[in-house]
């Protein structure tokens, strides 16, 4: 049995922050597991517009989905997560969003001391190089390079007009003072490229001797002494084997895996462990509280082409490709997509409810050639989003056998609230669609059907059709009380030296997509382990301490 001081499972957004950070000591040995393999170099991982071609095709998918869901007429949600090194961080839409300050407080309000927005912003800081340099809420130099996007279409000017015809404000910077208001992305795009957890903080890493990466290494389960965590078992190339680590076992599986490796090794509820045949360790609401943000698409065909459509040809894609991938230059160094709102539909409330996503293509283009494949009808579309779902899901084990996906159910609109709520976002996404500065761009609407067009059948089409936006959490919750699995320094309750580091600790939503909470949450969590490494837990000081970041 190999031994280092921590193991880490999981080379996503939030393992590949803390390998890089624990790893900075010479002295400190560190293990990092990750199930997929090293593909975060992979042409369509590293050119941007290849991200569309990543989800056609499930590609360094894990391939998981949800139960049926009762309140969407039994449908199943689709629920991709990278599985490569940089985790979802390698395959995602590349969106640098923060959230409200008021989502942080609410958190310390409710139990998670120490993570309100003032004390949160250090890391937020800590972790990029913001192009537009240093300021109080913003900083250049850190490790993940943050650009504004550069894809121009006067479709999003004509969306910003129309905002503010409904009072909805241009924000000029959404990870600043406030994300409120209609403004232009943010994306973690380094010179044409994507920037993942991998590229940023592992592979300038993986130089280092005290830093073992493991790929194909599927944790299993957690190795306990009594209650002591002590170490990682976990599958290579078909062989059991596994790892001692001295200090601390660390979870950065996710939100669907990390609950699956807890339950694996007895930490979970009781009575699910027990009809599994697992003795409990632990008896903690593990795989309760999970949240999404969800979310559907008003479209409409386009009465222009716009640029996107134009650089779909074939010969200028092949073209466009190429020099992404060889000069970091070109339209495919970016999204179609290049403006996003955050908004609140009434009064009364402190943080934005919805967000608005904006599409200036069609859901489905495809390359076309004159005279071989013609050309598509162009189109466009706001995706009005639920950023604070009251309903709360679960991830729950399908058997003892790690091998076997877990149950997944988002329990999507237990809470009547939130349908009503996504349809308010509708009605104002809608309307900001139909104002005058849109009208030289609108032709049909394609989604929902115009004719259909009462409250009932709307909240029908957004059962039928909502999705997540890929942001699940919770599963996992920090807190101080019987309702939380870790505590606010991310330690599993009721166990010693072990800590899960990853989406599952969020208490609750942000109004964000949560790669950039994720980066933030590991940066806090490197320095919580930093300051136990001074001393142990049973009080014997280590003589050292490890650097500040």
Known sequence: MNTYDYIIAGAGTAGCTLAARLSEDPAVRVLLLEAGGADDRHPLVRIPLGVGK?????????????????????????????????????????????????????????????????????????????????????????????????????????????????????????????????????????????????????????????????????????????????????????????????????????????????????????????????????????????????????????????????????????????????????????????????VRTRGGIDVPNIEFMFRCAVIDPYMWFPGIRPGYTDGYGIRPTLLHPRSRGSVRLRSADPRDRVRISFNAFDDPQDLAELYEGYECAREVGYSAPMAVFRGRQLAPDPAKDSRAAIEDWIRRTVITAHHPAGTCAMGSDARSVVDTELRVRGVERLRVVDASVIPDMPSAHINAVVFMIAEKASDLIRAREAADPHGQTRGRRLPAG
């Open 54 to 342: 990543l989800y056609e095709h499930e590609m360094f998918d894990w391939g998981l989905s949800s139960e049926p869901e009762p309140n969407l007429h039994g449908r199943t949600l689709e629920a991709m997560r990278g599985k490569l090194l940089g985790g979802s961080s390698s395959i995602n839409m590349m969106t640098h969003t923060r959230g409200a300050r008021g989502d942080y407080d609410r958190w310390a309000r409710n139990g998670a001391t120490g993570w309100s927005y003032e004390e949160v912003l250090p890391y937020f800081r800590r972790l990029e190089d913001w192009e537009g340099g240093d300021s109080q809420y913003r900083a250049a130099g850190g490790p993940v390079q943050v650009r504004r996007g550069r894809f121009r279409d006067p479709l999003n000017e004509a969306w910003k007009a129309a905002g503010k015809l409904h009072g909805f404000e241009t924000n000029t910077d959404y990870n600043g003072e406030t994300n409120e208001g209609f403004g232009l992305g943010q994306y973690f795009i380094h010179e044409g490229q994507r920037v993942s957890a991998s590229r940023a903080y592992l592979r300038p890493a993986m130089q280092r001797p005290n830093l073992t990466v493991a790929t194909h290494a599927h944790a299993l389960r957690v190795l306990f002494e009594g209650t002591r965590a002590t170490g990682i078992e976990y599958v290579r190339d078909g062989a059991t084997l596994q790892a001692r680590a001295d200090a601390e076992v660390i979870l950065s599986s996710g939100s669907f895996n990390t609950p699956q490796v807890l339950m694996l090794s007895g930490i979970g509820p009781a009575a699910e462990l027990t009809a599994h045949g697992i003795r409990t360790l632990a008896d903690l609401p593990v795989g309760a509280n999970l949240q999404d943000h969800l979310a559907v698409m008003i479209r409409w065909e386009r009465n222009d082409h716009g640029p996107f459509r134009a650089q779909m040809r074939f010969d200028r894609m092949a073209v466009n490709m190429l020099r992404a991938w060889a000069f970091g230059t070109g339209p495919a160094t970016m999204l179609p997509s290049d403006l996003f709102a955050f």
